[in-house]
């Protein structure tokens, strides 16, 4: 159990230095400065408390990352004992330390047997930019330079980089100076909004046949990669139609693009498998992982590569010139073993499948299934979304749906409630240590915040 806090100085003396030297992450800074941004100070599984001492429940892991929840003392401890042991060291100059050698043995021991090899980095972010490089010089190996385009999805998020932002589909990021060229994009399996007639099967089909378009119309030999996430997660939680991912792996394998799934919200048990990709049934080439790989204590990311791309760069590629100052810093690295130990001994990714994760899906869909703001419930394991909607039987969105997701966002905070809210949905990712009576908790409050926000639309 974490310690109380006691203020070392007034909320408004933490807003105003912050206001004078942060500049935050998709924010107006003006905004947000005469606002003020609350000030956490403590967490303890599944809450936080603010310097002010109110109390939330966190229903997006931090930013999904909080896997194993807060004031866990294993990671704390592995932390520490690592720094004593060994603070910092690289993995250049023919270098390695035992702490990155055993979190990579006990990942690829978890990992299907086409996956063979790891690039750490620092972030999701990183790891996506490293993938087009990687990516791009496995062509350059095989003899085919030419094969450099990588397509994503519009309104796809890959990390906030330049690289990252342009792999990514959000075009007011591109707007403002995140687009690079040889880097295409097809419209992402929101069936939601853009399914029309279309059956869910029928329109994950069609989505996914946008894809052999577009290689054909840039042609198969300059397509190096489709990148995407397997469940849309900063783009609205939106999970694609079952028909969509064997048709995405279709695509891949005839033309010969490789398949990068983007694991990094998806990764180390969100959905009840280890990996969001195996709860959809495809095999990508490589995996983008982040955040649950250390439950946020530390910011690590990296790039796994299957067989078939790791033996063509050791084998046949000579030096390849990358490198990051804190690629499998030791100390992240033992704070990574250790959360993958816990979510593995502890059985978390097991309980998040069997028990706790259909005990969320039951709840939502018992309590939203008649709510007249929701429309839509999508989910799985421990990562939903709630569609709100004008007219559930047309499919009729809110002109203004931004503006009420946000106004629901902001009465959950005065429910002491974090949920998110994108493009008229909002979206939970609960710690996967959620005990069934935290998901009543969040269920309930999520209740009141939907509740109030119908109440102000005149819908209850």
């Known amino acids: 159990m974490t310690v109380p806090h006691t203020p070392n100085r007034q909320t408004q003396d933490y807003q105003a230095l912050d206001a004078a030297h942060h500049i935050h992450a998709f924010v107006d800074q003006k905004a947000l400065n005469a606002e003020g941004p609350r000030v956490m100070v403590r967490g303890e599984r599944l809450h936080l408390w603010d ?7 966190d229903g997006m892991s931090g930013l999904w990352c909080t896997n194993l929840g807060y004031g866990r003392q294993d990671l704390v401890q592995a932390a520490s004992k690592q720094m004593e042991q060994l ?3 690289n993995m250049f100059f023919h270098t390695t330390h035992p702490a990155v050698v055993e979190l990579s043995e006990t990942l690829f021991s978890l990992l299907p047997a086409h996956y063979s090899h790891a690039i750490y980095t620092n972030s999701g972010s990183e790891a996506n930019e490293v993938l087009i490089r990687t990516v791009r010089r496995y062509w350059q190996i095989l003899g085919k330079p030419q094969k450099k385009v990588m397509i994503g999805r519009w309104n796809g998020y890959h990390g906030s980089t330049l690289a990252a932002t342009a792999l990514g589909g959000m075009k007011f990021m591109h707007e403002m100076g995140g687009m690079l060229p040889d880097i295409a994009h097809i419209d992402e399996p929101y069936w939601y909004a853009n399914g029309g007639e279309l059956t869910p099967a029928e329109f994950g089909r069609r989505c996914a ?4 378009e577009k290689i054909l119309e840039l042609g198969a030999e300059n397509v190096a990669g489709f990148i995407a996430e397997p469940f849309q997660g900063a783009g609205g939680m939106i999970f694609p139609p079952e028909s969509y991912w064997p048709e995405i792996q279709r695509i891949c394998n005839q033309y010969d693009v490789l398949l990068c ?3 990094v919200i998806g990764g180390f048990g969100r959905t009840g498998e280890w990996f969001a990709h195996q709860h959809f049934g495809f095999q990508p080439d490589t995996l983008s992982i982040a955040k649950g790989l250390t439950s946020g204590y530390l910011p690590m990311g990296g790039l796994v590569l299957s067989k078939r791309i790791a033996e063509v760069l050791v084998e046949q590629g000579g030096v390849f010139a990358h490198g990051l100052t804190y690629s499998g810093h ?8 250790a959360t993958i130990k816990a979510l593995r001994d502890e059985g978390i990714v097991n ?3 069997d028990d706790t994760g259909p005990y969320l899906q039951q709840c939502l869909r018992q309590v939203f299934g008649n709510h007249p703001l929701v429309g839509d419930i999508q989910g799985t394991g421990l990562v939903a979304a709630l569609q709100f909607a004008e007219d559930k039987n047309s499919r009729k969105r809110f002109a203004n749906e931004n503006d009420i997701a946000w106004r629901c966002r902001t009465l959950g905070f005065e429910e002491g409630l974090i949920i998110r809210s994108t493009l008229g949905r909002m979206i939970m990712a609960p710690a996967l240590v959620a005990s069934r009576a935290e998901l009543d908790e969040l269920v309930e409050k999520t209740k009141r915040a939907v509740d ?3 109440m102000e639309l005149g819908l209850l």
């Not at 030791?330 to 073993?337: E, G, K, R, S």
Request: no cysteine; net charge negative.
């Open 51 to 57: 310097n002010d001492g109110n109390r939330y429940l």
């Open 87 to 89: 603070s910092y060291y």
């Open 209 to 212: 046949l946008q894809l052999e």
């Open 261 to 263: 799934a983007d694991e």
């Open 330 to 337: 030791p100390v992240a690295a033992a704070v990574a073993l």
């Open 351 to 353: 309980q998040v499948k």
């Open 452 to 454: 109030r926000t119908a």
